[in-house]
Every structure is written in C-alpha cells, then in structure tokens.
C-alpha cells in the first residue's frame, strides 16, 4: 500500500472542495505561526521559505491525518477562515490598505516629480 495510507493520512484528490480549503487553511495557519516565532534567521525570503516547508508542511500533514485529530484541525483551521472573512467584512480591511497603498503612491509620484524639476 502506498506510504500515504500506510501513514493514516487522507489522499488529498479525493476530498471535496471545502476539505481541501480546509488543509490548506491549516497549511497557512502553520505557516504564518512559525513565521511570527522567532525560529529562523534567514532574512524575510529565508524566513518564509523555511516556514512554508516546516510549518505548513508540518500542519498540512496533521490535517490529513484520518481520524478525529485530523477532523479537529480542519475543523479549527475552517472556523478562523471563516473568522478572517467576518473581521474583514466588518473592518474593510482589503479597502483601507488599498486606499493607504494608493495615498501612498500619489505621495511618492509627487515627491518624484518635485526632484526631478
């Protein structure tokens, strides 16, 4: 049987759409948790890199898992989805970095453009 069974882990092309969602929510949430620890010393792109692989890999893992370890991880990692979403429908959150992004922008254009004069 292949590794995968023998280690009690779900094949990932035979869940539904919202299962998937749901590894790959805990996949993030692996990630960004390691990313915030002070772990690696690797400069932002190392940091990232090597958080991706260790802690997201390392949740994805656990959420594959068969059995009620692994549904309560998916489970966990859809209710903080499904928190993201609510606080960024409440907050606006996309629209005001978008709107500083932009306000930004025009202020570096105009300070460009006053050099260059």
């Known amino acids: 049987s292949p ?10 092309s035979t ?31 190392g940091d990232l890199s090597l958080s991706a692989l260790f802690g997201g890999g390392a949740a994805s893992v656990a959420a594959l898992r068969e059995g009620p370890a692994g549904q309560r991880l998916r489970d966990a990692a859809r209710g903080a989805v499904d928190k993201a979403v609510e606080v960024e429908k409440q907050y606006e959150l996309g629209s005001q970095a978008t709107a500083k992004y932009k306000e930004w922008v025009a202020k570096a254009t105009k300070a460009v453009g006053e050099l260059v004069r």
């Open 15 to 45: 869940l539904s759409d919202a299962e998937r969602q749901e590894v790959l929510a805990a996949a993030a949430a692996g990630t960004l948790l390691l990313l915030l620890l002070p772990v690696f010393d690797a400069g932002l792109a």
């Open 3 to 12: 590794p995968r069974q023998q280690a009690g882990l779900l094949d990932p």
